[in-house]
């Protein structure tokens, strides 16, 4: 408005004496939302004898209603009927001019004067609809549906539904246009349909809106492009998918052109719900007919196609795309890497990778580790390695897991020790020399049991001046025994105590790589020695485990005490783990209760209820059916649960025991195993199908195999040979 009235100013100065020079200032300031001025201009006009036109006598009228200049109005008003101009549009504004003033008793006694006078008018609809509007404003919806039914006319009917509408009367509106339709045959027009529509959509009518859009078709209305792409963004919203795919595929017949808007809203919802096939038809379609949609369009439907690995249409749409010059984002790229390794086309993920580095855009750290997985994968360590030196040039920073599994690769190649050494140079040229680079190289070989290899990084180290730190000892101490170079191993352990003093971590690394050798007497013999000499030296739990592991598989039931009574002296838990190996052992053989009981000094019989080691020997004992023959589930669980925490494998070490003789109790049991959040594994069936049959209930055994087999698990070839 600023400009507008900038403009009369203007004008005002430099066209006075023009023709029609005061009728254009008084509208302009009308117009412009200054209605005092434009009736002080009005007031010196016919001070000078100048009128205005009916027009601009009008458009002053209206001003004034607009900005509630009530007298002016009356003023105006009795100018405009002395002068003969009073038509259907003055009555209009005099009636919105009462309905403004909250006189609608007023509003109505004129509107029937004028109605009921001896001059005929010919736009009365407009003057009842100037009420109405004013009725519906105010809320008073009843007194304003009367006067509609008294004074019907199309115009009056229009603004009728246009309030309804507004005011949310949905059904009112509906009702109204089917009983004037089959009556007076009213049809509204399109925007009021539009309107209506747009509501009924918010509110999820859609099987109104259809039945209005066939009303439309019929009365020869057809919806035009808003209609329909408003309707197909709401169908899109309410998730009625299908339906908004067929009214996609009928755009032909009904000439319907989607909006960017729409499209967008089609695509988005059929990726989001799975139909990405449909999503490609209509992407290729919006391209034949030279509609690209833009970069978040295709990131959606390539996202999707990634998802549920269709990705021969995603190479298509990769390549659309870079025909177009669009550049999707780092992420789909990574994806879509990502999808390709994870199906084995790693090869077609190192050339898009290919086609990246073309447009000097940079492959995540993520899209690298897949194809560098996927090229070990596929026994391709040369281009590993060569990735895995170009990530970093590249500014990324590999993980220790990735240079491990590049570099156990490496060593298990036909010619290791050549790629090895070049790996170890190329790495060794890009970062400052520390024990970190040798100590991964050290690490990777050991997991690739090349101690050889690993015992040469580790001299290159101290020949390049660095001193080996205890996590390269530790690693190669590692390497040596999981190599099975126990005697190297040995050697290196005391070479170590030469020049450090023993700590916690090099004293588990020998004891659980001896275990893991298979070597129990030596592991022990070292375990005893050094746990005599060095008191401070307090084994990990995961030691203690291999250790009572490796004793239990070879039976050395005697040893296994010892080791757990220091255990308990340390104040290491007993480990499920643990727990669970000692129930195994017991139920295979029950030489380890016999052992325990003639191993043990007297005094340990003895000891109160409450003592672990009193607590241990009932659960073995249990196990070991030293005890009465049947049990209570409770009871056996409780005794379990006071010596150690229990998981699934300890349940599946009660079913089985329960199995022997108490199957009805195991039954029982495996229905609490969900219930208490524990996931029955493909052991828990087993022993359960095993401890049907072997009772005699062969078609129980036969409902759980089954059972097992919807879980996704494969029987063992001597479950399906036993049924």
Same mark, same amino acid.
């Given at each position: 408005?600023?400009?507008?009235?900038?403009?009369?100013?203007?004008?005002?100065?430099?066209?006075?004496?023009?023709?029609?020079?005061?009728?254009?200032?008084?509208?302009?300031?009308?117009?412009?939302?200054?209605?005092?001025?434009?009736?002080?201009?009005?007031?010196?006009?016919?001070?000078?004898?100048?009128?205005?036109?009916?027009?601009?006598?009008?458009?002053?009228?209206?001003?004034?209603?607009?900005?509630?200049?009530?007298?002016?109005?009356?003023?105006?008003?009795?100018?405009?009927?002395?002068?003969?101009?009073?038509?259907?549009?003055?009555?209009?504004?005099?009636?919105?001019?009462?309905?403004?003033?909250?006189?609608?008793?007023?509003?109505?006694?004129?509107?029937?004067?004028?109605?009921?006078?001896?001059?005929?008018?010919?736009?009365?609809?407009?003057?009842?609809?100037?009420?109405?509007?004013?009725?519906?404003?105010?809320?008073?919806?009843?007194?304003?549906?009367?006067?509609?039914?008294?004074?019907?006319?199309?115009?009056?009917?229009?603004?009728?539904?246009?309030?309804?509408?507004?005011?949310?009367?949905?059904?009112?509106?509906?009702?109204?246009?089917?009983?004037?339709?089959?009556?007076?045959?009213?049809?509204?027009?399109?925007?009021?349909?539009?309107?209506?529509?747009?509501?009924?959509?918010?509110?999820?009518?859609?099987?109104?809106?259809?039945?209005?859009?066939?009303?439309?078709?019929?009365?020869?209305?057809?919806?035009?492009?808003?209609?329909?792409?408003?309707?197909?963004?709401?169908?899109?919203?309410?998730?009625?998918?299908?339906?908004?795919?067929?009214?996609?595929?009928?755009?032909?017949?009904?000439?319907?052109?989607?909006?960017?808007?729409?499209?967008?809203?089609?695509?988005?919802?059929?990726?989001?719900?799975?139909?990405?096939?449909?999503?490609?038809?209509?992407?290729?379609?919006?391209?034949?007919?030279?509609?690209?949609?833009?970069?978040?369009?295709?990131?959606?439907?390539?996202?999707?196609?990634?998802?549920?690995?269709?990705?021969?249409?995603?190479?298509?749409?990769?390549?659309?795309?870079?025909?177009?010059?669009?550049?999707?984002?780092?992420?789909?790229?990574?994806?879509?890497?990502?999808?390709?390794?994870?199906?084995?086309?790693?090869?077609?993920?190192?050339?898009?990778?290919?086609?990246?580095?073309?447009?000097?855009?940079?492959?995540?750290?993520?899209?690298? $580790?897949? =194809? !560098?997985? +996927?090229?070990? /994968?596929? %026994?391709?360590? #040369? @281009? *590993?390695?060569?990735?895995?030196?170009?990530?970093?040039?590249?500014?990324?920073?590999?993980?220790?897991?990735?240079?491990?599994?590049?570099?156990?690769?490496?060593?298990?190649?036909?010619?290791?020790?050549?790629?090895?050494?070049?790996?170890?140079?190329?790495?060794?040229?890009?970062?400052?020399?520390?024990?970190?680079?040798?100590?991964?190289?050290?690490?990777?070989?050991?997991?690739?049991?090349?101690?050889?290899?690993?015992?040469?990084?580790?001299?290159?180290?101290?020949?390049?001046?660095?001193?080996?730190?205890?996590?390269?000892?530790?690693?190669?101490?590692?390497?040596?025994?999981?190599?099975?170079?126990?005697?190297?191993?040995?050697?290196?352990?005391?070479?170590?105590?030469?020049?450090?003093?023993?700590?916690?971590?090099?004293? $588990?690394? =020998? !004891?659980? +790589?001896?275990? /893991?050798? %298979?070597?129990? #007497? @030596? *592991?022990?013999?070292?375990?005893?020695?050094?746990?005599?000499?060095?008191?401070?030296?307090?084994?990990?739990?995961?030691?203690?485990?291999?250790?009572?592991?490796?004793?239990?598989?070879?039976?050395?039931?005697?040893?296994?005490?010892?080791?757990?009574?220091?255990?308990?002296?340390?104040?290491?838990?007993?480990?499920?783990?643990?727990?669970?190996?000692?129930?195994?052992?017991?139920?295979?053989?029950?030489?380890?209760?016999?052992?325990?009981?003639?191993?043990?000094?007297?005094?340990?019989?003895?000891?109160?209820?409450?003592?672990?080691?009193?607590?241990?020997?009932?659960?073995?004992?249990?196990?070991?059916?030293?005890?009465?023959?049947?049990?209570?589930?409770?009871?056996?669980?409780?005794?379990?649960?006071?010596?150690?925490?229990?998981?699934?494998?300890?349940?599946?070490?009660?079913?089985?025991?329960?199995?022997?003789?108490?199957?009805?109790?195991?039954?029982?049991?495996?229905?609490?195993?969900?219930?208490?959040?524990?996931?029955?594994?493909?052991?828990?069936?087993?022993?359960?199908?095993?401890?049907?049959?072997?009772?005699?209930?062969?078609?129980?055994?036969?409902?759980?195999?089954?059972?097992?087999?919807?879980?996704?698990?494969?029987?063992?070839?001597?479950?399906?040979?036993?049924?």
């Amino acid at each position: 408005m600023s400009l507008m009235l900038g403009y009369l100013e203007d004008y005002a100065k430099n066209r006075r004496g023009s023709h029609n020079y005061h009728t254009i200032l008084v509208m302009g300031y009308a117009v412009a939302g200054k209605p005092e001025f434009a009736l002080q201009l009005f007031g010196r006009m016919r001070y000078q004898g100048i009128d205005l036109d009916v027009f601009a006598y009008h458009v002053l009228l209206n001003a004034l209603v607009e900005g509630n200049y009530y007298d002016g109005v009356e003023a105006v008003s009795n100018q405009i009927k002395s002068r003969g101009f009073e038509s259907e549009v003055t009555h209009s504004i005099l009636i919105k001019s009462f309905c403004r003033k909250k006189e609608f008793d007023r509003a109505e006694t004129y509107l029937r004067r004028v109605m009921e006078g001896e001059v005929k008018i010919k736009g009365g609809g407009y003057i009842v609809g100037a009420l109405v509007d004013g009725l519906c404003k105010d809320e008073q919806f009843d007194r304003a549906g009367k006067l509609v039914d008294e004074f019907g006319e199309f115009h009056v009917y229009d603004i009728w539904i246009r309030e309804l509408v507004r005011a949310r009367k949905l059904d009112g509106a509906m009702e109204f246009l089917h009983k004037t339709r089959n009556v007076v045959q009213y049809v509204p027009d399109l925007f009021r349909y539009n309107t209506l529509i747009i509501r009924l959509l918010r509110e999820n009518r859609l099987e109104e809106v259809c039945d209005l859009i066939i009303e439309m078709r019929e009365s020869n209305i057809p919806p035009d492009e808003l209609t329909m792409n408003t309707v197909l963004c709401f169908f899109c919203k309410g998730g009625m998918v299908d339906i908004a795919l067929r009214l996609y595929d009928s755009r032909g017949q009904i000439g319907l052109s989607l909006s960017s808007m729409a499209f967008n809203y089609l695509m988005n919802t059929l990726c989001g719900d799975g139909s990405v096939v449909d999503a490609y038809r209509i992407l290729k379609n919006a391209l034949e007919q030279g509609y690209f949609p833009g970069v978040p369009t295709f990131s959606v439907l390539a996202h999707a196609l990634c998802k549920l690995e269709k990705l021969d249409m995603m190479n298509e749409l990769f390549h659309v795309a870079l025909e177009n010059n669009v550049v999707l984002s780092d992420r789909i790229h990574e994806i879509y890497i990502q999808a390709l390794c994870r199906t084995g086309r790693v090869e077609d993920g190192y050339y898009i990778h290919g086609e990246l580095n073309r447009l000097n855009k940079v492959t995540t750290g993520c899209a690298y $580790n897949s =194809l !560098i997985n +996927g090229f070990i /994968k596929s %026994n391709r360590a #040369d @281009i *590993a390695v060569r990735l895995l030196i170009e990530m970093q040039e590249k500014g990324h920073t590999p993980s220790r897991q990735l240079f491990r599994t590049v570099i156990q690769s490496v060593c298990e190649t036909e010619n290791p020790e050549k790629q090895f050494q070049r790996l170890l140079e190329m790495q060794l040229s890009l970062h400052e020399i520390d024990c970190g680079v040798f100590n991964i190289f050290i690490e990777g070989a050991g997991l690739a049991k090349k101690p050889d290899l690993a015992n040469e990084v580790y001299q290159m180290m101290k020949r390049s001046g660095i001193s080996p730190n205890v996590t390269s000892d530790i690693l190669l101490l590692r390497s040596y025994l999981r190599g099975e170079k126990v005697s190297d191993g040995l050697h290196f352990f005391h070479n170590i105590l030469e020049r450090r003093a023993i700590g916690r971590k090099v004293f $588990n690394t =020998l !004891i659980i +790589g001896l275990c /893991k050798a %298979n070597k129990p #007497d @030596i *592991a022990l013999s070292y375990f005893t020695n050094i746990r005599a000499k060095e008191k401070t030296v307090r084994p990990s739990l995961e030691c203690y485990e291999e250790l009572i592991y490796v004793l239990c598989n070879h039976k050395r039931y005697d040893k296994i005490l010892d080791v757990i009574d220091d255990l308990i002296d340390v104040g290491r838990p007993l480990s499920s783990f643990i727990g669970n190996n000692l129930l195994l052992h017991s139920l295979k053989d029950r030489e380890l209760y016999d052992t325990w009981v003639d191993s043990r000094p007297p005094t340990e019989l003895t000891q109160p209820e409450s003592s672990h080691i009193w607590r241990l020997r009932e659960v073995v004992g249990l196990f070991s059916d030293r005890f009465r023959d049947d049990i209570s589930i409770d009871d056996l669980e409780q005794v379990v649960r006071n010596c150690f925490p229990l998981d699934i494998y300890t349940y599946n070490m009660l079913l089985r025991k329960l199995c022997a003789k108490q199957v009805d109790d195991a039954d029982k049991l495996f229905d609490t195993l969900c219930p208490k959040g524990y996931e029955p594994n493909q052991w828990t069936y087993e022993t359960m199908v095993h401890g049907f049959y072997k009772h005699g209930r062969k078609d129980h055994a036969k409902l759980l195999l089954k059972e097992m087999v919807q879980r996704g698990f494969r029987p063992s070839e001597v479950t399906s040979a036993l049924l």
